[in-house]
């Protein structure tokens, strides 16, 4: 009987040393997709300190709230509604001027065809239907240009609040391997090749944050990558983000010292 | 001579303090909680394109008009399964701070809502006045949410207020966001 248990315990344990889950959990982090690399990391939950106190009835109350909600799920189940919504009236324009851009080329596509067919001018009435067409498609460009600039306009009127992060210069350690730009719990990791690494230290700006994010002041978290630098302190970067305004935030990396936790990058910020 | 003096130092004391206590209330001019949404959409919406606003609370007291200088409001993304929230003061965002408990799917607050100032007229009508004046109370929060605190149309968002008095039980209003009435109240 003993002799049958070992092989099953063998067995057992085979299977579990090679079960999926197994192979799973051994996995640094999930393939990128579309860039984005996710990593698993068990730690204690370590919240931000709040300077302002905030929804404190919610904070405090939160149990008797949920309760609330989980009862209303219990009565009457859950439910999204889907709303039909009122076309926008930027939607239209596009669907406008995509109807004036078809109808503009199939009157040139026929203009074409008809010039084509057109060998020799046989009279002067020929000249003035030349004249005619010349000046077809002169009013067909300044409607072009109408609607360049009628999208232009869409375009610069709908600016959203955005921050684009750019860096130059290279400390005396030498150019990094890798940048990291971190806020709160997303962290950006910027890989330089050796030639990013020359043009950067040839004076070149490199863009490494171009995203949407929150009108408010921002806690930017930085740190190198690269020989020296793997214990030194990361660089905190504080960054206001106005409402609806590109802010470029320029940082000079030259100023950065591993030896030195109090260095910070010069810093240069600018809207538009 | 000597009073004169007197008189005039107290005058100038007088006229700074008053400077002062003018300059402090004008550098956070209060607002009603619809004032500030759009301001904490568009951050919500940089956050998490889903995101959706499922409560609103004063972060500093209300005062008679329904107005506070600060507000609160939370947007939650399901996309995400996390909620966001959003201290407003004149105008800017103070801070934006994620949940430190999950709210499991809260609902999405009603597109139109009756504003604070409303809410609070009616509720001091109904009866937070008088539990005011007899009790010496005051209204301690003032929230906004949708099918928590009224569950016989739990489709509505509504705004609680409570008031609190250290010699009576709390008194709880809810007011109908939608139009602005009264829905029920109790105590405890």
């Known amino acids: ?272 | 001579m000597r009073s004169r003096n007197h008189r005039l130092i107290f005058g100038a004391v007088l006229l700074v303090s008053l400077a002062g206590s003018r300059a402090a209330a004008g550098d956070h001019p209060p607002y009603s909680a619809a004032h500030g949404l759009d301001l904490a959409r568009s951050a919500a919406r940089s956050w998490s394109p889903d995101a959706e606003l499922v409560y609103v609370e004063n972060d500093e007291d209300v005062d008679a008009s329904g107005l506070a200088v600060r507000w609160g409001y939370l947007f939650y993304s399901q996309r995400k399964d996390e909620a966001r929230g959003y201290t407003i003061r004149d105008g800017e965002i103070l801070e934006a701070t994620e949940l430190e408990f999950e709210l499991q799917d809260p609902p999405p607050l009603a597109e139109r809502w009756v504003d604070s100032d409303v809410a609070l007229e009616a509720a001091e009508e109904n009866s937070g006045r008088k539990y005011r004046q007899e009790w010496n109370g005051r209204l301690s929060t003032m929230l906004l949410v949708r099918g928590a605190f009224y569950h016989k149309k739990p489709d509505l968002s509504t705004w609680t207020l409570l008031y609190t008095s250290e010699d009576a039980p709390a008194l709880w209003v809810v007011v109908s966001a939608e139009n602005g009435k009264v829905l029920k109240t109790w105590r405890g």
Not at chain 1, 124 to 132: G, K, P, T, V, Y
């Open chain 1, 1 to 272: 009987m003993k002799v049958m248990r070992i092989p099953l315990f063998l067995f057992l344990l085979g299977s579990l040393l090679l079960s999926p889950r197994h192979a799973v959990a051994n996995e640094p982090g999930t393939e990128p997709q579309n860039g984005v690399r996710e990593t698993l990391e068990v730690k204690r939950a370590d919240h931000k300190k709040r300077k302002h106190e905030s929804l404190r009835w919610l904070r405090d109350n939160r149990a008797f709230l949920r309760a609330q909600f989980d009862q209303l799920r219990l009565e009457i189940g859950y439910e999204r509604d889907g709303e039909a919504q009122i076309i926008d009236d930027q939607l239209l324009l596009l669907q406008q001027l995509s109807s004036e851009i078809a109808s503009a080329s199939d009157l040139i596509h026929d203009e074409t065809e008809r010039a084509l067919q057109q060998d020799l001018l046989m009279s002067i009435d020929e000249l003035a239907e030349l004249e005619a067409q010349l000046d077809l498609y002169e009013h067909l460009l300044i409607d072009e240009q109408l609607r360049l600039l009628a999208l232009e306009n869409d375009f610069l009127g709908r600016q959203g609040t955005a921050l684009v992060v750019v860096v130059r210069g290279v400390p005396r350690e030498g150019a990094p391997t890798a940048l990291l730009l971190q806020e709160e719990d997303t962290t950006l990791r910027i890989e330089l090749s050796p030639d990013q690494g020359q043009a950067l230290q040839d004076g070149a700006l490199a863009q490494i944050y171009h995203e949407f994010v929150e009108p408010r002041e921002h806690r930017l978290e930085l740190r190198l990558e690269g020989a020296g630098w793997e214990n030194a302190a990361p660089t905190f970067i504080d960054v206001e983000t106005p409402r609806d305004q590109l802010t470029f935030l320029e940082l000079d990396l030259a100023a950065l010292d591993p030896g030195d936790p109090e260095a910070r990058p010069g810093s240069q910020v600018w809207q538009r």
